[in-house]
């Protein structure tokens, strides 16, 4: 049987087995400083905003993935004396930001009980660590590239989500947004130089640019058809709008029922 050649022959040497490109030590910190800078601002400012807010500034799902990504890259696998540090950080933070998802996480979910969004949380958790731990191994990735640039992807799409699944800009902040993409933004320049001719990332970080550029605008936009200001430090909370399947609501009403559990919770502790 007849079939057209392939457009593009596979490569004798798999990229993946490529070392890392020679680069000066002083290149690599003026990337990385802002990458690592750029997500513990944005983490700190998450905290701050879901304090005010009383709803997460990062997706639950995200917060799962990443903290079981940064844990077993910094205290489980073998990897990068340099990097280790900086995920260590990373997940220092996170443990604040896990904390505030099971406090107000379960918001976003309100057909599920409490008890049920708790197992889910430390159930995504469990699995994502075996996840990294496997696919780290596997590829024998010791810098935690691979997993680390597919999750940038998945973790900028869940932003969109998240602010399409509350119809308003509860719990985030435009501060939140931009210095999640500077850090994305340098993240991105720090693995193209030190893997120049893996085409995957480059793909990959165009993907996350535009994603995080797309959510910027989207956020504004929401935020001033509210009725505020976009960089208004202490901005109030945005009411959360009706939704005709009774996953959101406005008024005072939704604001009482989401205190109650809290309130039912601090009893029983």
């Known amino acids: 049987m007849w079939f057209p050649p392939a457009l593009f022959d596979l490569p004798d040497i798999a990229p993946v087995t490529l070392p890392e490109a020679d680069r000066p030590s002083w290149l690599f910190w003026i990337l990385m400083g802002p990458c ?7 983490y700190g400012l998450a905290i701050y905003r879901a304090k005010l807010d009383k709803r997460v500034g990062i997706p639950v799902f995200v917060v799962e993935v990443n903290l079981a990504w940064e844990f077993t890259l910094s205290l489980i696998l073998d990897q990068a004396d ?13 443990c604040f930001i896990l904390r505030q998802t099971l406090r107000y996480g379960w918001k976003d979910y309100p057909s599920m009980s409490r008890r049920a969004f708790r197992w889910m949380v430390f159930g995504v958790i469990a699995w994502s660590a075996v996840f990294h731990i496997m696919t780290t191994y596997e590829l024998k990735d010791a810098t935690g590239i691979y997993t680390g640039t597919g999750l940038n992807v998945f973790l900028s799409l869940s932003f969109i989500f998240m602010l399409s699944r509350r119809g308003s800009s509860l719990g985030q902040s435009m501060y939140v947004a931009l210095a999640k993409g500077i850090g994305s933004f340098f993240a991105g320049w720090t693995v193209l130089v030190m893997y120049p001719g893996h085409h995957l990332f480059i793909f990959l970080f165009l993907t996350v640019w535009t994603i995080d550029a797309t959510y910027c605008v989207l956020l504004y936009r929401k935020v001033r058809e509210e009725g505020r200001s976009p ?9 959360a709008p009706d939704a005709p399947d009774g996953l959101a609501t406005t008024g005072s009403a939704p604001r009482q029922e989401e205190r ?5 919770s601090g009893a029983s502790g």
């Open 36 to 42: 690592a800078s750029g997500w513990l601002v944005a």
């Open 82 to 94: 340099v990097q280790r540090p900086i995920n260590l950080s990373w997940f220092l933070v996170d």
């Open 231 to 239: 960089w208004a430090w202490n901005r109030p909370p945005a009411e």
């Open 260 to 264: 109650e559990p809290a309130v039912r």
